[in-house]
């Protein structure tokens, strides 16, 4: 029998749920497992997972990224309103990416230099990001530029009979592959999970600090703010009142997806099947049609608690034999 | 004419209330919040008005105190936790709870308003003994154990309201939040309450002590006797109370529970007012009333956007800015890094400084009440 490693015990945990998850819909629903409905779910999950890249990145270095929801609503109005001032679909969104990086950065260098708490300070950015975006334009904006109404529909690939990958669940599948990539095979991904272990054996060992906090502080800003051009693409408008409380769902399945709040242990793959695993839930109650859709919280709830309680067993688990 | 002369009454008394705090840590709160209202004074004109209405007053200022009444109830609860190192994320949702659970009791039910209001707060001292619980019971980081109930709470609030929005108009509930008590609002009254209580129980006992204690250092408190465990259960569970309250008093602003609205982002309102109030979200020393006029601080801000026309969407970014500025302001690396600019000014006001006991060596040094 191959013996896993307890870091691994919270993402085979999340596998098991996933899994129980699907079978249960598969089970009750009998169109719940066809292509067309997991192609459905990737599409729709697509903005909260690319968005749960980026927060997983900095929970893993210790951190907590609080400015998601507010940055994809801002992303989104301000692409909306650049396409309606004439602009090229393709500038408007790489100065959507340098926004998001730049803000990004700026929350990390202010977290890093001045050694101030990351939750106040994405905080801020929550505040002022949401604030801005009523600044560029305070009302929803549809988006009918030809790129949008015509080539996008053309990017998407048939996989199945019935079931069309859109161009939307493919950046997020493809976010998830260079979030697990750089988290498990570069320097930088081994810097964050040092940092988050435990910063001062991090700083004594040499791991460059500043620079990695700040990039990954960038680093979410871009993931953010690519979730907000997929966003964009998903509702086809901008709206600066939209996303309220998306952070939440992001840190839940981050959290759902084995990865430690305290920071240093998970992995990218789980996020995207904590993604999943939201998604699922949903889809489920939509499925059902009698339960309201108040019980996907509490039902996050619950999994939260579940995840959190399994992680401490296991951490102290391995306190013991270490001590 | 009159708003003249009681203008004028209403410096001197905050000048002379400024003048006696010199050399204490909530000076600065106290001054910030000076400096907002002479900003209003000049600037916004109808600010400092205020007029009797059938034998109340209103004007801005009293609506501050109303408004901010949620925030400063928080802030009570949120201090104390803050100061054991901990955070409670969940009061917004909690708020949300006792909301639905007081209506749901009043309209759906039929019950008479008293117990709905006692069974709301009930409930939601358990939630606070949850995260009690949950923090010092299981040692679950506070962030991630009041997270559970934030993301769920609101869930459980829509299934007690069944998804809808509760109007109710009992007479009881209504004065709650929008009642005058000797000319003032209510909600006045029962902030200060609240306020007295949570003074005496935290510094007319060891409480307060042991509290500090245990943000400081867990461990060695706990080695000190200390029932770090125990402190950590009351303070979670006292939070819960105090955002039991606030959710009354904010359905009964708007006579009906909105699970989706209320309280919403004031569990960041309320953390704020306790770090504009001195407080370190590290935990240790803690400033009780400090808190509090950190909640009125921000509710200041929010009705000076109302009164001079401000967007409300657009009022989260100065709100953004006043966070990075009272954070710069007390972290210590920006002290260093750029006292030396300051210094110049620093030194011309050093015979000022000596005058009025204003030095920071001293302001640190002042004893314990």
Known sequence: MIRLGPKYVPLLATAIVLLAVFGMGSLFYPNFGTPRVIVNLLNDMAFVGIAAVGESFVILSGGIDLSVGSMIAFVGILIARLLQAGCDPFLAMAIALCVGVLAGSVMGCLIHFFDLPPFLMTLAGLFCLRGLGFVIYPESIGIDHPFYSQVLPQLSVLIAPKAVLPFTAMCFLAAVAIGSFLGSFTRFGRNVYAIGSNENSARLMGVPIGQTKIVTYALAGFFSALAGIVATFYMQSGNPASFVGLELDAIASVVIGGTLLTGGVGFIPGTLMGVLILGLIQQIIIFNGTLNSWWTKIVIGVLLLVFIVLQKFISRRRAGIGA | ?369
């Open chain 2, 1 to 369: 004419m009159i708003d003249w002369v009681s203008d004028l009454l209403f410096w001197l008394v905050f000048g002379v209330v400024l003048f006696s705090l010199r050399g204490k840590r909530i000076f600065w709160t106290v001054g910030a919040l000076g400096l907002l209202l002479l900003f209003n004074q000049f600037f916004t004109p109808g600010f400092f008005h205020i007029q009797v209405l059938g034998g109340h007053l209103y004007g801005s200022r009293l609506d501050v105190l109303n408004q901010g009444a949620k925030v400063m109830l928080l802030s009570l609860g949120m201090v104390l936790v803050i100061a054991t190192g901990g955070v409670d994320l969940s009061v917004g949702a909690v708020m949300a709870i006792a909301a639905a659970v007081s209506s749901r009791l009043l309209v759906t039910e039929h019950q008479p308003p008293g117990i709905a209001i006692a069974v709301a707060l009930l409930i939601s001292i358990l939630a606070g003994a949850w995260n009690g619980l949950l923090v010092a019971g299981f040692g679950i980081q506070p962030i991630v154990a009041t997270l559970v109930l934030m993301v769920a709470g609101r869930g459980i609030a829509q299934l007690i309201t069944e998804g809808q929005i509760i109007n109710f108009l009992d007479p009881t509930m209504v004065y709650l939040g929008n009642g005058h008590l000797f000319g003032l609002p209510f909600t006045l009254t029962l902030v200060l309450a609240m306020l007295l209580l949570t003074y005496l129980m935290v510094r007319g006992t060891a409480l307060g002590l042991f509290i500090e204690s245990v943000g400081d250092n867990d461990e060695a408190s706990r080695y000190a006797g200390i029932n770090a465990k125990q402190v950590k259960l009351l303070v979670y569970t006292f939070s819960g109370f105090c955002a039991g309250l606030a959710g009354l008093v904010a359905c009964s602003n708007i006579r009906s529970a909105d699970a989706n609205n209320i309280g919403l982002y004031l569990e960041l309102d309320a953390i704020l007012a306790v770090v504009i109030g001195g407080t370190s979200l590290s935990g240790g020393r803690f400033y009780l009333v400090g808190a509090v006029i950190g909640g009125l601080f921000i509710q200041t801000l929010t009705t000076t956007f109302y009164a001079r026309n401000v967007s409300s969407d657009i009022s989260p970014v100065p709100k953004a800015l006043v966070i990075i500025a009272v954070c710069l302001f007390q972290a210590e690396a920006f002290r260093k890094r750029f006292g030396q600019l300051f210094l110049p000014i620093w030194e011309v006001l050093k015979p000022i400084r000596t005058r009025f006991h204003l030095s920071p060596a001293e302001r640190h040094d002042t004893p314990r009440p």
